[in-house]
């Protein structure tokens, strides 16, 4: 029932976006691209869910096993200087840090370049006192 509203606000998003990408004003167009980014990044981190009986990536293959029957992520071991969250959640009801890695710098990489592209379209702006597409087509010719 998540996935279906995840993918549900997925479709939306991309939908906005898609509309938004698709009109005559530079804003709008930003703002859509900016939408369409944050639904794909969505969509990242959705597919990043584990499935039941899958283990946590980050965890070595004996510390998974023992701690599936605890119920714990893993025990602090303060010889070691590990200090670990216990939960008593199973390990199937988390989700890849791999994933959430990425869409975080996706999420650094698309805030600078949108940054960029409103500083490009200030400029235009300045220069050709318009942000319509058509009309700065027409200045052009």
């Known amino acids: 029932m998540n996935n279906f509203f995840l993918e549900l606000t997925i479709a939306l998003l991309f939908g906005i976006g898609t509309f938004l990408v698709l009109r005559r004003d530079m ?51 303060l010889t070691s200087g590990i200090l670990g969250p216990i939960t008593t959640n ?24 949108t940054a960029f592209v409103l500083t490009l379209c200030y400029r235009v702006n300045e220069e050709y006192g318009t942000v319509d597409v058509q009309e700065l087509r027409r200045l052009r010719e």
């Open 27 to 77: 804003m709008k167009v930003i703002i859509g691209f900016g939408i369409i980014s944050h639904a794909i990044n969505l969509y990242i981190v959705g597919s990043g869910v584990f499935t039941e009986g899958t283990l946590v990536p980050i965890l070595e293959h004996e510390q998974a096993l023992e701690g599936l029957g605890q119920g714990l992520i893993y025990n602090d071991n």
């Open 90 to 113: 199973p390990y199937t009801e988390f989700v890849d840090p791999l994933v959430q890695a990425l869409v975080l710098t996706a999420i650094v990489i698309g805030l600078a370049t």
